[in-house]
């Protein structure tokens, strides 16, 4: 019996490989691939309308007749998925034009944070994060636990005074992180430079129409991303998450992840003013500035995302795409230990549990320094960016308006 045809058909022509590496050079949509999807989505979604004034994403699309692979990229990065297209949608599965653009949008956001990686190489990280991120916790944790026992001999004995430098010394903590820190910034910084600039080609941001509106819509971007506008499913009563049903604990869950994460960050910061301006060492006493934001902002982090861990958990599978749970659980499961054991620090201060939960914590602090370009932290800036786009198009007029430039 001779093999089907479409079994010799599924190796691509030398022509065809050519005809995708074209494609990819000059920014053109692949066949087959996620952006390709999405184009044969908006295709309908543009016919259609219906979904127009739900999210940005639909009054962005259209402003286009066509897509190519930076616009996709772009749009899927402005979608929240809130799924309440999918649920409107008349072409929603199992009707034959399977139109569900959040599960769609979810696979190119993914492809999004490879492509513009930096460098490029680690880009691949992100195809197997939940490997990424459990390795780098172990290793993380393996380090710490072997310092603690290289310097102090043993895991359990109370510090005098409870001071945490005894344990790790000031500058070798510095020593340590500072360099991963920095690598974090530059690469998120360069991936999004890049992604920003493929985005906006070809705009002049020093001409007078940009000038104009850059303030107004730098605020309006501002505004959307700390309000979580878009996931309130366009109509203010939530997203969608284990079914049809309207739910607005998902952007309660985010708000208090987000500014939970947000004041943690400030009394680390806080604390070092304190440290290098002030000459104010730590450990800090309520109610002094950083022990108060490190409290509420653990606390809140800690509820934050014990609520996205179980709204993840119960999320319905066309709401999004199966490949990113592994790098969505982990970045949450991985925040929420990093304020446990930073809550359990401050129990335990004096105690002989200190110096192992000390390990523990700067263990999975480490760990998320390691992975914070190359995991689920960086949609929060390519999301950012997106919005920024979205508030700088509205206010200039629509190529597909007669006379516009």
């Not at 199992?94 to 949008?105: D, I, K, L």
């Not at 129409?209 to 109509?235: F, I, N, P, S």
Request: proline share 6%; hydrophobic share 50%; glycine share 8%.
């Amino acid at each position: 019996m001779s093999l089907p045809e479409t079994t010799h058909q599924s190796v691509p022509s030398l022509a065809t490989l050519t005809r995708q590496a074209r494609a990819l050079a000059s920014g053109e949509v692949v066949p087959g691939t996620p952006e390709a999807e999405v184009a044969r989505q908006l295709q309908i979604c543009n016919a259609c309308r219906y979904c127009e004034g739900f999210c940005a994403v639909f009054p962005a699309m259209t402003r286009r007749l066509d897509f190519g692979k930076a616009d996709i990229h772009y749009l899927a990065n402005l979608c929240h998925n809130c799924g309440a297209c999918l649920h409107a949608c008349q072409y929603a599965p199992p009707h034959e034009f399977a139109v569900n653009v959040p599960q769609s949008m979810a696979k190119v956001r993914l492809q999004t944070y490879a492509d513009y990686a930096w460098p490029p190489a680690l880009g691949q990280l992100y195809q197997r994060n939940g490997l990424t991120l459990s390795l780098a916790v172990a290793a993380a944790l393996a380090f710490f636990m072997l310092l603690t026992l290289w310097l102090k001999d043993t895991l359990w004995r109370a510090p005098p005074l409870g001071d945490f430098y005894s344990i790790f010394p000031h500058n070798l903590m510095v020593a340590l992180f500072a360099p991963v820190f920095l690598f974090a910034v530059l690469a998120l910084t360069l991936g999004l430079r890049r992604f920003w600039r493929e985005i906006t080609p070809g705009h002049d941001y020093a001409a007078p129409a940009l000038q104009a509106v850059q303030a107004a819509a730098a605020a309006e971007a501002t505004h959307d991303v700390l309000r979580l506008k878009y996931l309130d499913g366009g109509h203010g009563e939530g997203c969608n998450n284990a079914d049809d049903a309207w739910t607005l604990w998902r952007r309660r869950f985010h708000h208090a992840t987000f500014y939970g994460f947000v004041l943690c960050f400030a009394a680390t910061s806080v604390a070092t003013l304190y440290h290098y301006v002030a000459g104010w060492t730590a450990p800090y006493d309520l109610p002094s500035l950083p022990k108060l934001l490190g409290a509420v902002g653990g606390v809140s982090l800690l509820i934050g995302t014990a609520g996205l861990y179980w709204l993840n958990l119960r999320r319905h599978p066309q709401h999004g795409d199966a490949a990113q749970k592994p790098m969505d659980l982990g970045f949450i499961a991985l925040l929420f230990f990093i304020s446990l054991t930073g809550l359990g620090l401050w129990w335990a201060r004096g105690t002989g549990a200190m110096p192992a939960l000390l390990a523990l914590h700067l263990g999975v602090v480490m760990a998320l320094f390691l992975t914070l370009p190359y995991g689920k932290f960086a949609h929060g800036f390519f999301r950012s960016a997106a919005l920024l786009k979205w508030a700088l198009e509205k206010r200039l007029p629509s190529k597909l308006q007669p006379g516009a430039d």
